[in-house]
């Protein structure tokens, strides 16, 4: 048993959607979240600057006593969840691993679409966990730049002109290429699923890839009895780098309940 936070940071508020999941299968879990909303997205960053940022949202999070940190953003799993992982002595889990095993073992004709930000479509990182356990799938990756800031500003729902446009331009060739699985290979992207399962067609399995770090986390605490008390009620702390008007609004939205909690701002650039 084990009662300390889980922390969990991401470039914006996507990573709730990560968050969602832990709160739905672990109840008894404490939660620290850190969304970098001065600096978001992430996603058309250099290399550099994506490390840099990530390495100072880690240590924001060591400043608190946690049993392990997710990070729910593609890109920051992508490119620097290894060098983080060699820097702290912590769990540190990333979105990509979990999601990629998943969609090659799922795929029925071995057809498998991606969907990210053009920093993680650029290091391949999915391509190649796929490639290593399923060496018949088929890839098919599309950046979608547009997603996040849609997604921020809650253009998100079905009959909106303006993102269900920019759906069909980003995935028409993946619906061409025949995939029966798509990596949500970002965790602001399931708040999009109605509309690209609209598009996409009920035959296409769309893969969450918070969700899917979730879950990973939940078999690990089991495994090493590091669950919360059971009689415990899991409290959440919000964090983020710009003001904190929108979060109430906007987060309840990713979350899939209202917020009611304080959150406060920090300078991110100070870790």
Known sequence: ??????????????????????IHEMPNENIIYFG??????????????????????????RTF??????????TVSSIALKPL?????????????PTALRAAH?????????????????????EHIIA???????LFS??????????????????DV????????????????GIDTLILGCTHYPLLSQVIGNFMGPEVRLLDSGAEVADQIGRWMDQKDLRADPEQSGQCRWYVSDGTENFHHLGSIFLGREITEPVEQISIENY
């Open 1 to 22: 048993m084990d009662n300390r936070p889980i922390g969990v940071f991401d470039s914006g508020l996507g990573g709730l959607t990560a968050v969602r999941r832990l």
């Open 36 to 61: 970098d909303t001065g600096r978001v997205p992430y996603g058309n960053r250099s290399r550099e600057t994506i490390f840099r940022y990530a390495a100072q949202d880690v240590n924001f999070l």
């Open 65 to 74: 006593d946690l049993k392990a940190i997710v990070i729910a953003c593609g």
């Open 85 to 97: 992982s060699q820097m702290h002595d912590l769990p540190i889990f990333g979105v990509v691993n």
């Open 106 to 126: 799922c795929t029925k004709n071995n057809r498998i679409g991606i969907i990210a930000t053009q920093a993680t479509i650029n290091t391949g990182a999915y």
């Open 132 to 138: 290593e356990e399923n060496p018949d799938a088929q």
């Open 142 to 159: 599309t950046p979608c730049p547009l997603f996040v800031p849609l997604v921020e500003n809650g253009r998100t729902q079905p009959g």
């Open 162 to 177: 303006v993102i269900e446009t920019v759906v069909a331009d980003y995935l028409q060739p993946l619906k061409d290429a």
